[in-house]
């Protein structure tokens, strides 16, 4: 049964993040604030792999948990007696991360008896951009809103609405295969361009020919049948898919002669212990530059002309671009572009708030701190939770 809560002053939420590869915590108040913000990331544990490896995963995040909390707390002034509820992130996720997070935010709560708020990571992503744009002020934001959540396991478009409090998400596409983000980390990988590729492939894309090789993307779009989006029975589904580029990657590489090319990268890097973007650039010939910066245009145009398409599709007003691969410069710039010339208002997060954090995650458990939606005690960790 829902309880609402009196609310004249200050809330101050502490959020705990660790669906993936990040330890987080955060203290935000009243969803428009960010106090402190802690990210530990585990970046150096998996970069040997290539990826995430969840055994790994689980363990650091056993470790760094307590300290990350403790270090929120501190930085914010507060302490667990004085912050007003907890919010963790429920899914989705690894399950072996998320079920850390998870049972120290709900021991944490239990002993130091406050509300504890469960939060889906994705509606996470979409309030990094509201918290950021409440702290600048703007507290509207002219509805339909249309948000594309890009990261490094989801291409997803939801539809936006306010309900009292609350908000509700229509899922009207997504990706079929791979995330947008995982094209990036895959190609990365393959080229010996380290982990992740996002962040990498962005930095070295402005000094190739984006040109050079083009990867032609299918148009999916069909008809919506699923039964569960009968508000909008007539409207086109829009779907993505990024495993076929990762494959025609593959291709230009095996075509091309460039496994050398790789494996003399990968012999000259070995030697770097911590190989920056300009040492990976200087590792990089013509070729490889103009591969990436091919590669990433083409997913860019992808995405920006499926989200526009969608956009129009729904009659949005507003645009909301969230998520790891929405710090991508080029991603920015498209959509900044192209929502301007059609009359769309187009909202990103820092590049600091796209990735994930746990600030995200304490400003979307406001609306429900407010509407008293909080957890029961056997809450659970969910690896495929949906956001509706
Ligand atoms: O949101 P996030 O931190 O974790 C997930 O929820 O997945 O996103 C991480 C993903 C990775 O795939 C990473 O390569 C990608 O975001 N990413 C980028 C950039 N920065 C991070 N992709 C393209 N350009 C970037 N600048
Ligand atoms: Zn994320």
Redesign the pocket.
């Known amino acids: 049964m829902p309880r609402t809560i009196n609310t004249v002053s200050d809330i101050y939420i502490l959020g705990i993040e660790s ?4 330890t987080a915590a955060a203290i935000v108040r009243s969803g428009e604030e960010v106090v402190s913000s802690v990210v530990y990331s585990q970046i150096a544990t998996h970069q040997a792999y290539g990826g995430v490896v969840p055994e790994l995963a689980s363990r650091e995040h056993l470790r760094a948990i307590v300290p990350v909390a403790r270090k929120a707390l501190e930085e914010a002034g507060k302490s667990y007696d004085t912050i007003d509820a907890l919010a963790v992130t429920q899914g989705p ?1 690894l399950a072996g991360s998320l079920l850390v997070g998870l049972s120290f935010a709900k021991a944490l709560a239990f002993a130091a008896a406050k509300p504890l708020i469960a939060v889906n ?1 994705l509606e996470g ?1 979409i309030h990094a951009v509201l918290l950021e744009e409440r702290q600048r002020g703007n507290h509207e934001l002219e509805f339909p809103v249309l948000a594309l959540v890009v ?4 291409t997803h478009l939801y539809l936006a609405e306010r309900r009292d409090d609350g908000w509700i998400y229509h899922n009207v596409g997504q990706t079929r295969d791979d ?4 094209a ?2 895959k190609v ?1 990988k393959l080229l010996e361009l380290g982990y ?4 990498i ?2 930095f070295l894309a402005p000094h190739g020919d984006a040109t050079a090789v083009p990867f032609p993307f299918a148009q999916i779009k069909h008809r919506d049948r699923n039964p569960e989006n009968r508000h909008a029975p007539d409207v086109q589904r829009i779907d993505f898919s990024y495993s076929g580029i990762k494959t025609a990657v593959l291709r230009y590489v095996e075509l091309h002669g460039m496994r050398e090319t790789i494996e003399k990268r990968r012999e000259a890097l070995r030697h770097i212990a911590n190989p920056t973007c300009e040492d990976y650039l200087a590792a990089c010939g013509k070729q490889t530059l103009d591969l990436v910066a091919s590669f ?1 245009r083409a997913v860019v145009n992808d995405l920006v002309s499926k989200t526009l398409y969608a956009a129009r599709e729904f009659n949005a007003s507003t645009l909301l671009v969230t ?3 929405a ?3 080029m ?1 920015r710039e498209r959509f900044e572009e192209q929502a301007r010339q059609e009359g769309l208002r187009v909202y990103f997060p820092s ?1 600091k708030l ?3 954090n746990a600030a995200m995650i304490a400003a979307a458990a406001y609306p429900r701190y407010l509407a008293g939606e909080f957890a029961e005690s056997e809450l659970s960790a969910e690896a495929a939770l949906r956001l509706r």
């Open positions: 669906s993936c590869d990040e996720g990571h992503h990261s490094g396991g989801h995330a947008a983000g995982e990036f980390d990365a992740p590729g996002g962040p492939i962005d990433q998520g790891g691969v710090a991508n410069s991603l590049r796209s990735t994930d």
